[in-house]
């Protein structure tokens, strides 16, 4: 395979982390991207694979750090750019009878208008390169109605609306552009809460297979929309959740 770049947003921990630990493994350079600027959380990673990482600090929600971040790693690399990963995302609950409009927009403006952004941002380097893959992390709540996350749900719902317009857009110019919208997902942020008691009765009760996903399914899944030829999968939204959402 010849070497390629693909940038992953929040890819210092959690779902991102473990795309950017499948993407390296599979060979491809991994541009790091997100406010701490850390190398993925992947204890035991082989040095090998780890210096395929190249890990920029920049906020996805500002346009001009994430211009520069990219810059950064292309001109460090010399690389043509294959793809990018929109996985760097923020969720929080409460009543929406008091959910105050900044909160509504700062859900939006991080899940929804950085997604939108930093692939304005990436069309360029990969219109370069012919076209490439940009892969969205939605989420299944996109087509469910769940107490206090209207701010959340709507936020994602937009990214399969930006994922379907941008794949229609872009098309002609070899972008494809898909989102991958998991369902409850251990990371380690939530594992301690995923475990408890009242949480797992919960999971157990919703989820077909009884068990939450790991972030690995995720990191393999998405690694393989790279590595799986197939030009005419575009514009979808591929829910991940062990069937939760449309078991009966
Ligand atoms: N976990 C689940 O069950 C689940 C289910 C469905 C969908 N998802 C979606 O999957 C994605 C990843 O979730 P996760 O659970 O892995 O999240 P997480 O563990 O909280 O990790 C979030 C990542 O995003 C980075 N980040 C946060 N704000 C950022 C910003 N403004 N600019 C750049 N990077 C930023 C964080 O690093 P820094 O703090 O260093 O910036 C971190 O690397 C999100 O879009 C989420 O909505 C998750």
Redesign the pocket.
Known sequence: MKQQLIFV????????AAIALELATQGYQVGC????G?LPSAPGTSPDIAARWHAVP????QPDAVRNAMNTVVERLGLPVAGLVN?????TEQPTIDLPAEEFQRLMN??ALSTLQVSQIVYPLLQANGGGLIVN?G??FDKLGVKRNVAYCASKAAVGAITRCLAVEWAPAGIKVINIA????V?D??KDAMESDAFKAYLQRRIPGKQPGQ?RDVGAFVTSLFTTRCDFLTGETIYMDGAQAISA
């Open positions: 947003t929040g890819a210092s921990r959690g779902i991102g991207l997100s406010r701490s850390d920049c906020d996805v929600t996985n760097a995302g923020l969720h991080m899940n992390i989420s299944f998991p369902g409850y997902i990371t942020l939530n972030a």
